[in-house]
């Protein structure tokens, strides 16, 4: 060597990066201390022999290498590699490849430079694995944000529905004392009137005056407070007596209510009320389900084997696709536009009949209608 190949040696020997010169042929010819230190060679044992068996222990040059094309192009190249180390760990190399070029132009000689980046590549991936896991989680937070919203409207929908009910029962007190009234004047007119005409005048308006009472006491039953007040109930009175309430809306709704009651029917230990509220929750949804009008049957009977009363309630509306219904029951469940419905309706029938020690099971098909049977232990 002669003082300035030894002073290129020492000072390329000085640098971290690992450095080798191939000729044509893939000979080393030139390795400083890094690259022998990695390959684990002495540098002189390295030198003559070909780089893709002393560098990278290979019989054949390497896939897409580099070098290769540095030799065929004349132009310099720049690759990443992931390589397996002899520790068993993956190491990533960037390489880099320039020719050296002799008298006539073409690549006598390549430089090849092999950076280990594996400490930047690791931060690099750690740093996209935050980023992905920071926006999974910005994504879950949005998710929860509009479940939140959601159920804040739903609940001040809940509220606002409540809001109605109160009203309604306050409307239906205030009207229930004039009615009362007016029904007694309409006895005292009737005793008083000779003319068969009149007479039959004033009997439509006592008529229409007794259904009105019928209508707002049912509305004042319904809203009267109860804290689980249970005592024996006749299912079918209560049933007749709450879907008197909502006759008129069938009636609107061009819906025709089928009654099957089983006279033998035995008392049952309920609290009317809520059983009540199970039966209009019902009988809403069936009317929102039959929207051109149509049918709606309600059965009930005795099931000895269980012993239990069973209500079957039915009606041949749109019915609930497969996939919904296991969500029927679930609070705030709703498939009805905003405003129409609060989702509440069923989960509270589930509480209600569920605090009885009974069961609501249902029955659909999409298009043909929908079955609600529910059975109460006697
Ligand atoms: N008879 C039925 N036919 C078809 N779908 C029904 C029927 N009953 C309930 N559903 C479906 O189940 C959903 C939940 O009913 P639920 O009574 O709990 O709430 P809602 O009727 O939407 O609102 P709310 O009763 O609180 O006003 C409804 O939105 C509707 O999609
Ligand atoms: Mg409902």
Redesign the pocket.
């Known amino acids: 060597m002669d003082v300035s190949e030894r002073f290129l040696q020492t000072a390329l020997d000085g640098i971290h990066d690992c450095i080798s010169i191939v000729d044509k042929n893939f000979q080393i010819i030139f390795v400083n201390e890094a690259a022998s230190r990695r390959a684990g060679k002495n540098w002189r044992s390295l030198l003559g022999n070909k780089c893709y068996a002393q560098l990278w222990g290979k019989n054949t040059p390497c896939e897409n290498c580099v070098t290769g094309k540095v030799f065929e192009t004349g132009k310099p190249q720049q690759i990443i590699k992931g390589t397996m180390g002899t520790d068993g760990r993956k190491y990533f190399m960037e390489h880099f490849v320039f020719p050296i070029t002799g008298k006539e132009g073409t690549v006598e000689y390549t430089v090849e430079i092999f950076r280990d980046i594996t400490e930047r590549k690791v931060l690099e991936e750690e740093r996209e694995q935050q980023r992905l896991e920071l926006g999974k989680r910005i994504r879950e937070l949005r998710h929860a944000y509009e479940e939140l919203k959601s159920l804040q409207n739903q609940l001040l929908q809940?509220e606002k529905?409540a809001s109605i009910g109160i009203l309604a029962s306050s409307l239906a007190h205030e009207l229930d004392t004039p009615l009362a009234t007016i029904s007694g004047y309409c006895e005292l007119l009737a005793e008083d009137i000779q003319d068969e005409n009149l007479l039959g005048r004033v009997k439509t308006i006592s008529e229409q005056v007794i259904k009105c009472q019928k209508t707002t006491r049912g509305l004042l039953d319904f809203s009267r407070k109860s804290n689980c007040e249970r005592k024996l109930c006749n299912i079918p009175n209560l049933i007749n007596s709450i879907l008197s309430l909502v006759e008129h809306r069938l009636i609107i709704h061009k819906i025709k209510l089928h009654t099957t009651f089983n006279d033998q029917t035995p008392s049952v230990l309920v609290d009317g009320n809520q059983i009540q509220q199970v039966i209009l929750?019902?009988v809403?949804?069936?009317v929102?389900?039959l929207p051109q009008g149509g049918d709606i049957f309600i059965e009930t009977r005795v099931n000895h084997e269980t012993k239990s009363v069973e209500i079957i309630f039915e009606?041949n509306?749109?019915?609930?696709p497969h996939e919904?219904r296991k969500h029927?029951?679930s609070p705030f469940?709703?498939?009805?536009e905003p405003g129409?419905?609060?989702?509440?309706?069923?989960?509270?029938?589930k509480n209600i009949i569920s605090a009885h020690s009974g069961k609501i099971t249902l029955e659909?098909r999409v298009g043909s209608?929908?079955k609600?049977e529910i059975s109460l232990p006697l």
Not at 317 to 320: A, E, H, P, S, T
Not at 340 to 349: M, N, V
């Open positions: 809940a529905m929750n019902l809403n949804n069936a929102d389900a009606d509306g749109v019915g609930i919904k029927i029951f469940f709703t498939t009805k129409k419905g609060t989702g509440l309706g069923l989960s509270i029938c659909s209608g929908t609600f």
